[in-house]
């Protein structure tokens, strides 16, 4: 028998709810799970999903104390005992479902795009790059904007000015582009609320599903603001 307990982040209210082992297999997923309980028992139960597969980023929450993604954790690789929360470091909407506009709005404050070279011959000309400029930016560019970095961060829970892993990363993502000519994107991150607010703590990384390491591209956006 598994105990699942899930909280409601609004109210704070944690519901308990059993379940039969039987009723699952070795690849039933967090979500899945989920899903049956609110079809069978808690049809009140609220939670954000859509594709399943962990592409979309919709699914965060924190299972077992742990920032993940519901459709990526296999049950079975949990104890009896599974905690269910709303992500944490943002306000919640309702259930499981947190509001995510703080966390996209420093997303895009850091101009979340390439921005055109002006000097190119055509607009509509492919932009070529060697291998080795690509391989400058590809691994962060794996980024699904789940917001589990954002959720493990010590940093983003006591300072709400700190941009944030996913935000950093996409700035160094878009400045180590070759392609690229927007210089002010780095230059805004060069605050003590900033890129230099972070301790190197490597919450972000470790929770990244994706296998992207935040906290390698915020050091190096610092790195490169020193050279600057
Ligand atoms: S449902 Fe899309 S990432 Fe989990």
Same mark, same amino acid.
């Not at 997303?107 to 607009?123: G, I, K, M, N």
């Given at each position: 028998m598994k105990q699942v307990f899930i909280k409601d982040g609004k109210t704070s209210e944690v519901k308990k709810i059993e379940v039969n082992e039987e009723e699952l297999d070795n690849y039933t997923t967090i979500l899945e799970l989920l899903l049956k309980i609110r079809e069978e028992r808690e049809p009140s139960l609220v939670l954000r999903y859509s594709c399943r597969m962990a592409l979309c980023g919709s699914c965060g929450m924190i299972i077992n104390g742990r920032p993940r993604l519901?459709?990526? @954790?296999?049950?079975?690789?949990?104890?009896?005992?599974?905690?269910?929360?709303?992500?944490? =470091?943002? !306000? %919640?909407?309702r259930g499981l479902v947190p509001d995510?506009?703080?966390?996209?709005?420093?997303?895009?404050?850091? +101009? !979340?795009?390439?921005?055109?070279? *002006?000097?190119?011959? %055509?607009? +509509?000309?492919?932009? %070529?790059? @060697? *291998?080795?400029?690509?391989?400058?930016?590809?691994?962060? =560019?794996?980024?699904?904007?789940?917001?589990?970095?954002? %959720?493990a961060c010590p940093i983003v829970a006591t300072n709400p000015k700190f941009p944030g892993p996913a935000a950093i990363n996409v700035a160094y993502r878009y400045a180590a582009d070759s392609r690229d000519r =927007?210089?002010?994107r780095i230059l805004k991150l060069d605050t003590p609320d900033g890129v230099w607010s972070c301790r190197i703590a490597g919450s972000c990384s470790m929770v990244c599903p994706k296998g992207v390491d935040p906290s390698l591209s915020i050091q190096l956006v610092k790195s490169s603001l020193l050279k600057r």
């Open positions: 519901a459709c990526l @954790t296999k049950v079975k690789d949990l104890g009896d005992k599974i905690m269910i929360e709303p992500l944490r =470091n943002l !306000p %919640s909407i995510l506009k703080p966390f996209f709005a420093k997303y895009r404050s850091v +101009t !979340p795009f390439l921005v055109a070279d *002006d000097e190119q011959e %055509s607009p +509509t000309a492919p932009y %070529s790059q @060697t *291998d080795e400029q690509v391989k400058r930016y590809l691994q962060f =560019n794996y980024c699904i904007q789940c917001g589990l970095c954002y %959720s =927007n210089k002010q």
